[in-house]
């Protein structure tokens, strides 16, 4: 389910065709920060949580 999540919100942040349909306010830093920081564990379908723990609260709520 999380890696659903993901991969809808990161098509609506910017899909195949390069449409965007969900802006963020630049002054939302540490979403913005999230969405460009976090990733899966290599080999894995798991966010890794580990490299930065402040870095996964507010994407994984939101999908990344």
Known sequence: M??????????KLCNANGEVNLYVDP????????????SYHE???QIDKDKDRKRTHLSMRWGI
């Open 2 to 11: 999380v890696r659903d999540r993901v991969s809808l919100v990161n098509s």
């Open 27 to 38: 002054q939302c830093t540490e979403l913005i920060d999230d969405f460009e920081q976090v």
């Open 43 to 45: 080999d894995s379908g």
